[in-house]
């Protein structure tokens, strides 16, 4: 099994920054894609940035020139720059899985709070 856990989520003023973290334990061999979804109240989960194997990232449209991902073998990062209000949600670390090596398909973190506000 591969466990996630998330952190350095809070509070931030509008503009600012913060850099979310997501440690990668358990079977790691079995981890492809990392990446970060987020979640406000009332709408889906999107996928925020993604990251594959060989390093390249790919970002939603509304982060783009503001966030970037980055990872090792074993976490997974997101600087986040220039935050808005819109950005505020419940940031989830997401891993893809091998079934070669897993039983499950993927692994998902307990989410971190993000909020932007005045």
């Known amino acids: 099994q591969v466990q996630l856990v998330e952190s350095g989520g809070g509070l931030v003023q509008p503009g600012g920054s913060l850099r979310l973290s997501c440690a990668a334990s358990?079977?790691?061999?079995?981890?492809?894609?990392m990446g970060w979804y987020r979640q406000a109240p009332g709408k889906e989960r999107e996928l925020v940035a993604e990251?594959?194997?060989?390093?390249s990232a790919h970002y939603a449209d509304s982060v783009k020139g503001r966030f970037t991902i980055a990872r090792d073998s074993a976490a997974v990062y997101l600087q986040m720059n220039s935050l808005k209000p819109e950005d505020t949600a419940v940031y989830y670390c997401?891993?893809?899985?091998?079934?070669?090596?897993?039983?499950?398909?993927?692994?998902w973190g307990q989410g971190t709070q993000v909020t932007v506000s005045s």
């Open positions: 997401y891993a893809d899985l091998d079934l070669r090596y897993s039983e499950n398909e993927d692994s």
């Open positions: 358990g079977n790691i061999r079995s981890i492809v894609d």
């Open positions: 990251i594959s194997p060989g390093g």
